[in-house]
Nanobody, 119 residues
Framework: QVQLVESGGGLVQPGGSLRLSCAAS????????MGWYRQAPGKQRELVAW????????YYASSVKGRFTISRDNAKNTVYLQMSSLKSEDTAVYYC????????????WGQGTQVTVSS
């Protein structure tokens, strides 16, 4: 059974930092492109960042570029999202995604972790 478990969310003041983790079981993370998405109340889920299976390619949404950093530790089967200079508009539920394309697409999601940026 595949599980992606996010952790590290919480309440933080504007300008603060958080590091989210996504630990995978049941799959070998090194084969997957990993992404972080978020969904704010009343809004659609949006892509925040993704990282290629080997870690050499990264993509960031323009709204988080320069403030967030995605990384992965394939030996630990874990992906991270370091978030700095947080803003109130970063408040959302953050989801981890594991994607493997090809003839048989595999697409897994975590349950989400709440990030609230507020003073």
């Amino acid at each position: 059974q595949v599980q992606l478990v996010e952790s590290g969310g919480g309440l933080v003041q504007p300008g603060g930092s958080l590091r989210l983790s996504c630990a995978a079981s049941g799959i070998t993370l090194s084969s997957y492109r990993m992404g972080w998405y978020r969904q704010a109340p009343g809004k659609q889920r949006e892509l925040v960042a993704w990282i290629s299976s080997g870690g050499s390619t990264k993509y960031y949404a323009s709204s988080v570029k320069g403030r967030f950093t995605i990384s992965r530790d394939n030996a630990k089967n874990t992906v991270y999202l370091q978030m700095s200079s947080l803003k109130s508009e970063d408040t959302a539920v953050y989801y981890c995604n594991a994607y493997l394309g090809g003839p048989g697409v595999s697409d897994y999601w975590g349950q989400g972790t709440q990030v609230t940026v507020s003073s």
